[in-house]
């Protein structure tokens, strides 16, 4: 996952969660480090010391500011959100959870010792064009290129994803990846899903290098009309997807391209699916909501003591 990431140019694996004398020594004269950056949110152990303590003392740390509305904290308790709506049948206004996690609503829930607590929050991030134009490569197809079009929800985004891409980046010379509406997932995966907002789908998407462009809120059924428009020159689809049934459908959201022979699907490299991830997360449910727990305490002093640091 964060090898395809467009930003990153070397991945070393089991680096500790702490940094240590051994282990910075060897970022500096192995990997030929300069400096080791966080974002301005706090790094603490679990005996509360700064995890980056050594580097700082040793004049190594730089701090930049940390992408506001983003943490695997906020991600994890939508997830955990969604499991107990689901168990508990609890039904709202809104039509989905999805657009209390987008809006901004939050929820009390029962902790379990009578005193209600405060939910997980619910997605602060705050998508700017800028920010949009920060992930765009920037660059069309040229005139004879190869377009291939692959779309889906792409929710928490994971390396399932990344691998069907790379396969579909392979068979022409630009991707472009539709992504759907939170209302389009909705109505086909169910009103818990997705859990992350349209806009956090499509950076995460814009993020990954096999990708050259993305068409935000794309229609489910591929036509005649969108594939003139992009210059389609095949449409894709894995064999792994949250929807298996899609070719089964009627009508078929592909039956344009399939008339047309343009459409392949592609052997998915990994069975993953966002399901999957959320299953891990709920095979794991108690020890989530403790670490959430701990950890949503240390987001709102974030948030509360925040200052503002340029980009």
């Known amino acids: 996952m964060v ?18 004398e051994e282990f910075m020594k060897k ?17 603490l152990l679990p005996d509360g010391t700064d995890a980056y ?23 994890v308790g939508r997830m955990l959100l969604c499991v107990r709506e689901r168990s508990t049948g609890d039904k709202h206004n809104h039509s989905s959870l999805q657009r209390q996690f987008s809006h901004g ?8 010792s009578g005193s209600p607590r405060s939910a997980t929050r619910i997605s602060r991030f705050l998508p700017t064009s800028r920010r ?5 490569n920037g660059k069309g197809p040229g005139p004879d290129s190869r377009i291939i079009y692959i779309d889906g929800a792409f929710d928490l985004f ?8 790379r396969l579909a980046r392979d068979l022409g010379d630009f991707l472009l990846v539709g992504i759907y509406s939170d209302q389009t997932v909705s109505s086909v995966q169910g009103l818990h899903r997705p859990i992350m907002n349209l806009h956090e789908r499509s950076l995460s998407v814009l993020a990954c290098r096999y990708v050259d462009e ?9 036509s005649k009309d969108m594939i003139t428009t992009f210059n389609i020159s095949l449409v894709v689809h894995g064999t792994i997807a949250e929807n298996m049934g899609f070719l089964k459908e009627e009508p078929n959201q592909y039956r344009v391209p399939m008339a047309m022979g343009i459409f392949r699907q592609l052997e998915s490299p990994l069975d993953i699916t966002t399901s999957t991830i959320i299953r891990r997360i709920v095979a794991n449910h108690e020890a989530y ?9 240390s987001e709102r002093k974030y948030y509360e003591n925040k200052t503002h640091i340029s980009e």
């Open 132 to 136: 949009i134009v920060q992930f765009s």
């Open 289 to 297: 909501q403790k670490r959430n727990e701990k950890k949503e305490a």
């Open 53 to 75: 303590a050594i580097a700082k003392k040793a004049g190594r740390y730089k701090q930049i500011k940390r992408t506001e509305g983003v943490s695997s904290t906020d991600i």
């Open 105 to 112: 609503h939050g929820q009390k829930l029962d902790g379990g």
């Open 214 to 222: 993305v068409i935000i809120g794309a229609p489910r059924e591929v």
């Open 3 to 20: 090898g395809a990431v467009k930003w990153v140019d070397e991945v070393i694996s089991d680096a500790p969660y702490a940094i240590n």
């Open 158 to 165: 994971h390396a399932g994803h990344v691998e069907i891409l």
């Open 27 to 43: 970022l500096f004269t192995e990997y030929n480090i300069d400096y080791i950056i966080h974002g301005d949110d706090p790094c």
